[in-house]
């Protein structure tokens, strides 16, 4: 099944390690996108890919950073990760046109900083 | 900017009973709007989505969602509730210029009693 798949599930760091998370699809969407979620809140968009094009959003801190080396994957850095980072991050991917196409999501990788 | 709202933390629906989840929205020129639903330490599954012209939009798992352009409301309904019902919904938008930024609703969790 074409599907969106994120690693580690759960990934557990320390205070100022540099972590990265991935996400791979399977379904050959151009668009990518990061999304951090705090305990059941609304996911927060950090940025997105349109095929190479990186799209930051104004609020999202310089400590996470993004790599798209080809349409498969994505990588989302955190270069010193801190407490208020713990989240879930989720990775979604969706075609381009329509325009109105859904997020086709991963489960996620839960990130605990300790 | 686009907005969406979700005026409900919770809603509690006995099991048989419909169910309504609400959700408005702001955004400039024509919207599009989605309905996703999140179960624990899942990423997000999309439901339905507003299709143009067609107030009554039906999705799956026996979802449907009524767009009403006055009230700029598009809510979350279904006629006979499940326990398995129970999760979190999301409602988000996406500006109908051919933006790629899609703004997630800040949730309303769905408690389905047998």
């Known amino acids: 099944d074409a599907m969106v798949i994120q690693n580690p599930r759960y990934q557990v760091t320390q205070f100022g390690k540099p972590v990265t998370l991935s996400c791979s699809q399977t379904l050959n969407h151009n668009v990518m996108y990061w999304y951090q979620q705090k305990s059941s809140q609304a996911p927060k968009l950090l940025f997105h890919?349109?095929?190479?094009?990186?799209?930051n959003e104004a609020d999202t801190p310089d400590n996470f950073q993004s790599r798209r080396p080809n349409t498969s994957f994505c990588f989302l850095d955190i270069r010193s990760p801190g407490l208020g980072d713990a989240a879930m991050y989720l990775c979604?991917?969706?075609?381009?046109?329509?325009?109105?196409?859904?997020?086709?999501f991963g489960n996620g990788t839960r990130l605990t900083v300790t | 900017a686009q907005s969406v709202a979700q005026p409900e933390d919770q809603v509690n629906v006995a099991e048989g009973n419909p169910l309504t989840v609400k959700c408005t929205y702001s955004v400039s020129g024509n919207p599009y709007l989605f309905w996703y639903v999140q179960y624990p330490n899942r990423g997000l599954q999309f439901l339905l989505k507003y299709i143009t012209g067609d107030n009554l939009v039906k999705g799956s798992y026996g979802f449907e969602a009524e767009f009403n352009k006055s009230q700029t409301s598009f809510h979350l309904k279904k006629p006979s509730a499940l326990v398995s019902d129970s999760a979190l919904y999301f409602c988000a938008v996406r500006e109908g210029t051919g933006g790629f930024k899609t703004i997630f609703g800040a949730g309303t969790r769905l408690f389905v009693k047998a």
């Open positions: 979604a991917t969706r075609a381009a046109f329509p325009n109105n196409s859904p997020l086709h």
């Open positions: 890919y349109y095929d190479k094009d990186f799209n």
